[in-house]
């Protein structure tokens, strides 16, 4: 007996750019997704989700330890859009 029709198998898509950054950022591996994320933003300037990309890589500079180049991308992130995430980074830089 089946449940699922064949026709109906579910495709586990690669992650693409922007999910391979996230899952790096997410893990605590800032370094290894800035390049997939930085990738995105020059493919994609215009993307819809382009200020949470920049407000990501914000915060994995933060995270590095990089508080001038932190505050640069929060600064870029801060005219794209406000957010909560892109200030308290701001802030903490």
């Known amino acids: 007996m089946r449940l699922i029709p064949p026709s109906n198998k579910i495709k586990l898509r690669r992650p693409t750019g922007a999910r ?26 215009r993307d819809p989700l382009a200020s949470f990309f920049v407000s990501l890589i914000a915060l994995a500079h933060y995270h590095l330890c990089n ?27």
């Open 20 to 45: 391979l950054a996230r899952l790096a950022f997410f893990q605590g591996q800032f370094s290894q997704g800035l390049d997939p994320i930085l990738r995105c933003l020059r493919l994609s300037p």
């Open 67 to 93: 508080y001038p180049e932190a505050m640069r991308w929060s600064e870029r992130a801060l005219q794209r859009r406000r957010t909560y995430s892109v200030l308290r980074t701001a802030a903490a830089t």
